[in-house]
């Protein structure tokens, strides 16, 4: 298997590892969408809150943004939670991005576009990889993680609106 084989398939089998992970742990029943709608301060936010995925790029990544954000700061006292966060973000949004807009994307993205996406989805691997990390990050570590990505999301975005995708 080649590097970017695995690169590739490496988010995807930490997703699985903490799901897994997830053992004989109770889990509370989802809030009603409306609920969550109530208390989210954005869009993005109650998206996140009731799991449901955009259809546009840029809703996939104001998703992205608006989970992030928080890592850095609650990476110390809830690491597990952090990298869950990071996870799913990246499965059900950085993911779906990819598949549409990136390199062989169905939606046949510009190269600049397609190039932009594919970065991104190098730096959100970064991210993960320090939160899975056998030593946990200190949240300076997933702050620079974090502008890394938001970096690279702004040159998505760029590339969107120079394509009239946006």
Known sequence: MDRRTFSSLLPLALAAALLACGGEEEVEPEAPA???TATAETPAEARLETGAAPDDLASLVSDIRAGIEPLPARVDSEPDAVREQAVELYVTRQEEIER???P???RNPPEAL???VDDAEA???ALMEILN???PPD?????ERVAALEAELDRV?????SAGLE
């Open 133 to 135: 990390a056998a030593t």
């Open 123 to 125: 730096r959100f691997h």
């Open 104 to 106: 062989n994307g169905e």
């Open 114 to 116: 397609a190039r932009a």
């Open 100 to 102: 549409r807009w990136g």
């Open 157 to 161: 975005e760029a590339e969107a609106r």
């Open 139 to 143: 949240s300076a570590a997933v702050a």
């Open 34 to 36: 409306d609920t969550a």
